[in-house]
């Protein structure tokens, strides 16, 4: 279910999409800078159909029914509307940034998300790599926006144009925006760094739009040039042409490590802690290797 604004929306992004996913792939092979790989880039198309297909599906049996639950509840309402959009931006960007951030800090959710980090290229088809099974839970972290008087279409619609620019900063071709733009707007060179498998760069810049969410709760990272951004995961995936299994990979090690011999609660930890949190320390989250690498730096 879209509303017309929407399809028309999608309708005009396809030949963006075009223009510059195919600029991108002669310019990168021209230059022999290797952005596109065949594999890669037909598991992005992959990915992106199955997300498509659920999204759509599940439109239909429950999403815009849930938002529409919720606007019926709303105890709000705009009567401007210049304000109406703009709040609207605002709070489907923020939305957007928590769900992120709960992508990044509990594992459960972490095992859809990996699929979108999976790859080790970076062009705007890794745009297109989406994270299959989100479509289940998105529409818990839109439904308040319906409480505070929002239209469920309009939520939605919202939602794809700022989807659309999170597609366009998948790029290697621009280097640095201005100044004032990366103060408040997600650059290409902002994202890179969310694609990183640095450990000084793991769960950094997980904005869509607005870069002022990481600042203002303490996950942004600036790209550095002394640290140059090695893209993929710190793990890589066994068997990465496997289509299940690039889908399905972390719900594999998590089955894994809940058969460890533990606790009930260190069982439940290995499903909702952050990924590498593990009872006994060998592996580790994001944050106990930057501090690991910060001591080692002191020490020399």
Same mark, same amino acid.
């Given at each position: 279910?879209?509303?017309?604004?929407?399809?028309?929306?999608?309708?005009?992004?396809?030949?963006?999409?075009?223009?510059?996913?195919?600029?991108?792939?002669?310019?990168?092979?021209?230059?022999?800078?290797?952005?596109?790989?065949?594999?890669?880039?037909?598991?992005?198309?992959?990915?992106?159909?199955?997300?498509? @297909?659920?999204?759509? !599906?599940?439109?239909?049996?429950?999403?815009?029914?849930?938002?529409?639950?919720?606007?019926?509840?709303?105890?709000?309402?705009?009567?401007?509307?210049? @304000?109406?959009?703009?709040? !609207?931006?605002?709070?489907?960007?923020?939305?957007?940034?928590?769900?992120?951030?709960?992508?990044?800090?509990?594992?459960?959710?972490?095992?859809?998300?990996?699929?979108?980090?999976?790859?080790?290229?970076?062009?705007?088809?890794?745009?297109?790599?989406?994270?299959?099974?989100?479509?289940?839970?998105?529409?818990?972290?839109?439904?308040?926006?319906?409480?505070?008087?929002?239209?469920?279409?309009?939520?939605?619609?919202?939602?794809?144009?700022?989807?659309?620019?999170?597609?366009?900063?998948?790029?290697?071709?621009?280097?640095?925006?201005?100044?004032?733009?990366?103060?408040?707007?997600?650059?290409?060179?902002?994202?890179?760094?969310?694609?990183?498998?640095?450990?000084?760069?793991?769960?950094?810049?997980?904005?869509?739009?607005?870069?002022?969410?990481?600042?203002?709760? @303490?996950?942004?990272?600036?790209?550095?040039?002394?640290?140059?951004?090695?893209?993929?995961?710190?793990?890589?995936?066994?068997?990465?042409?496997?289509?299940?299994?690039?889908?399905?990979?972390?719900?594999?090690?998590?089955?894994?490590?809940?058969?460890?011999?533990?606790?009930? @609660?260190?069982?439940?930890?290995?499903?909702?802690?952050?990924?590498?949190?593990?009872?006994?320390?060998?592996?580790?989250?994001?944050?106990?290797?930057?501090?690991?690498?910060?001591?080692?730096?002191?020490?020399?």
């Amino acid at each position: 279910m879209q509303s017309a604004r929407e399809s028309w929306f999608l309708l005009l992004s396809i030949p963006l999409y075009t223009i510059l996913i195919g600029a991108e792939i002669l310019f990168s092979n021209w230059q022999q800078k290797k952005y596109y790989s065949v594999r890669d880039t037909i598991q992005n198309v992959y990915l992106t159909i199955l997300n498509a @297909g659920l999204d759509g !599906l599940l439109r239909w049996l429950f999403y815009i029914s849930v938002l529409a639950w919720s606007f019926h509840h709303h105890f709000f309402y705009f009567q401007n509307k210049y @304000g109406y959009w703009f709040v !609207l931006f605002i709070l489907v960007d923020l939305a957007f940034y928590f769900e992120h951030r709960i992508e990044h800090y509990c594992r459960l959710f972490w095992a859809v998300h990996v699929t979108h980090h999976s790859s080790v290229d970076f062009n705007l088809t890794t745009g297109f790599r989406s994270s299959v099974f989100q479509p289940v839970y998105r529409f818990v972290y839109l439904a308040p926006i319906a409480l505070l008087g929002f239209t469920p279409l309009d939520i939605v619609f919202m939602y794809s144009a700022t989807q659309t620019y999170g597609i366009l900063v998948h790029t290697q071709y621009i280097n640095k925006m201005p100044r004032w733009f990366e103060a408040f707007f997600v650059s290409p060179s902002h994202h890179r760094v969310h694609h990183a498998s640095n450990v000084i760069y793991l769960d950094k810049n997980m904005g869509m739009c607005l870069i002022i969410w990481d600042k203002m709760f @303490g996950s942004f990272q600036e790209e550095l040039n002394e640290e140059p951004v090695r893209y993929g995961l710190t793990k890589p995936v066994d068997h990465p042409a496997n289509p299940l299994r690039i889908i399905f990979h972390e719900w594999q090690h998590i089955i894994c490590d809940i058969k460890k011999k533990t606790s009930f @609660g260190n069982k439940l930890k290995y499903i909702f802690m952050p990924p590498g949190w593990s009872h006994d320390g060998s592996t580790k989250t994001a944050r106990q290797m930057r501090l690991e690498q910060k001591n080692r730096i002191r020490q020399t």
